[in-house]
Nanobody, 130 residues
Framework: HVQLVESGGGSVQAGGSLNLSCAAA????????MAWFRQAPGKEREGVAV???????IYADSVKDRFSISKDNTNNTLYLRMNTLKVEDNAMYYC?????????????????????????WGQGTQVTVS
């Protein structure tokens, strides 16, 4: 059984920063592929950032150069550092994990890694930018 618990969401003014965390517990190997997704009201769930088994990462174009995904394998925690937040970043943010390793590269499109590829999900944390 795998459990993912997000924290760190909240309200912030445009231009501000937030740090999201996702604590993983249970039978989840530290080298499994993990990601952050988000979903705004009335919109589909979209991938924000993916980190592969070797620590390489890819991002949605809308967050490139503003968001940074990282993972601490010693405590099995996934992070998302969000800078220069915009109103369009308003959404529920979800941590997700595949049940296997993955590999991403410079030409990997995050749109080719939809939410259906990820087996485990957290309950979400709300990010509100005004």
């Amino acid at each position: 059984h795998v459990q993912l618990v997000e924290s760190g969401g909240g309200s912030v003014q445009a231009g501000g920063s937030l740090n999201l965390s996702c604590a993983a517990a249970g039978h989840l190997r530290s080298d499994y592929c993990m990601a952050w997704f988000r979903q705004a009201p009335g919109k589909e769930r979209e991938g924000v950032a993916v980190i592969d088994s070797d620590g390489r990462s890819i991002y949605a174009d809308s967050v490139k150069d503003r968001f940074s995904i990282s993972k601490d394998n010693t405590n099995n925690t996934l992070y998302l550092r969000m800078n220069t937040l915009k109103v369009e970043d308003n959404a529920m943010y979800y941590c997700a994990a595949m049940g296997r390793r993955c590999r991403v590269g410079p030409s990997t499109l995050i749109t080719k890694m939809p939410h259906t590829m990820f087996s485990y999900w957290g309950q979400g944390t709300q990010v509100t930018v005004s």
